[in-house]
């Protein structure tokens, strides 16, 4: 009788052994949600409007070994915008990885249309309207900045307060293939103009070849107004 209970004690003791080890070896969520919150604020510093952000849940009782050094990044594919998972991996010995849920929220202005819009029509300011919303749960390629849309044309109609988007809008061309443009060139010192004739057409800013009247064909960046910039 005294050796079973001799024995269910010595089971028990190193029940509670292997317990306290196995306790002992979990990798406490602390110091891993700090490198995370760190990476994160580093992330979206960029962002536009105001950002802010929440971290999911880390296991306390994951099987993890207990680790002192992290390195944070975005999974494949993913960015700091929404709802979306940051992967931490173990630089020590321990060498393991997990996926953290996060979700980043972006509250800023962004522009809608300010009454009912046409296709092909040119856009100019009063045009649209900011509204202040979760950037995050508008579709991607909402514009945010006047510049973004001012001189471009709609590539369909739009209703009234309809969010802007980036694939909406075309370039408008400034230089057509054979118009008679003015070269501007400039350099540290000199500034001199001249006339050619564009070989393709361009949109504001796209690099365009122009033929000189001496028969040179030199490239520069297309302007608005039918000029081509050429910098030496």
């Keep these: 009788m005294r050796t079973r209970q001799g024995l269910f004690l010595i089971f028990a003791l190193l029940s509670f052994v292997s317990q306290v080890d196995h306790a002992v070896a979990r990798q406490d969520p602390g110091p891993v949600r700090?490198?995370?919150?760190?990476?994160?604020?580093?992330?979206i510093k960029g962002l536009p409007g105001q950002a802010s952000f929440t971290?999911?849940?880390?296991?306390?009782?994951?099987?993890?070994?207990p680790c002192t050094g992290f390195d944070v990044?975005?999974?494949?594919?993913?960015?700091?915008?929404?709802?979306?998972?940051?992967?931490?991996?173990?630089?020590?010995?321990a060498?393991?990885?997990?996926f953290?849920?996060?979700?980043?929220?972006?509250?800023g202005d962004y522009l809608v249309s300010a009454h009912p819009l046409a296709q092909g029509q040119l856009l100019s300011e009063p045009d649209f309207v900011r509204q202040t919303g979760e950037l995050?749960?508008?579709?991607?390629?909402?514009?945010?900045?006047?510049?973004q849309a001012i001189g471009r044309t709609l590539?369909?109609?739009?209703?009234?307060?309809?969010?802007?988007?980036l694939d909406m809008l075309r370039q408008v061309t400034v230089v057509q293939q054979n118009q008679s443009v003015k070269i501007v060139s400039q350099g540290q010192g000199f500034a001199v103009s001249t006339d050619g004739r564009a070989l393709s057409n361009a949109v504001e800013g796209q690099v365009v070849q122009v033929r000189l009247a001496n028969g040179?064909?030199?490239?520069?960046?297309?302007?608005a107004g039918g000029s081509v910039e050429v910098r030496f």
């Design 216 to 223: 040179q064909v030199v490239s520069g960046v297309a302007r």
């Design 55 to 65: 971290i999911g849940t880390i296991d306390e009782h994951n099987q993890l070994p």
């Design 136 to 147: 995050t749960e508008l579709p991607n390629g909402i514009l945010t900045e006047p510049s």
């Design 100 to 107: 953290v849920p996060v979700h980043v929220k972006v509250s």
């Design 95 to 98: 060498a393991w990885k997990i």
């Design 73 to 93: 990044a975005m999974a494949p594919g993913a960015r700091p915008w929404g709802r979306t998972q940051v992967a931490v991996r173990c630089t020590t010995e």
């Design 34 to 43: 700090k490198a995370v919150e760190n990476f994160l604020r580093a992330q």
């Design 155 to 165: 590539s369909s109609s739009l209703p009234a307060g309809r969010p802007l988007r």
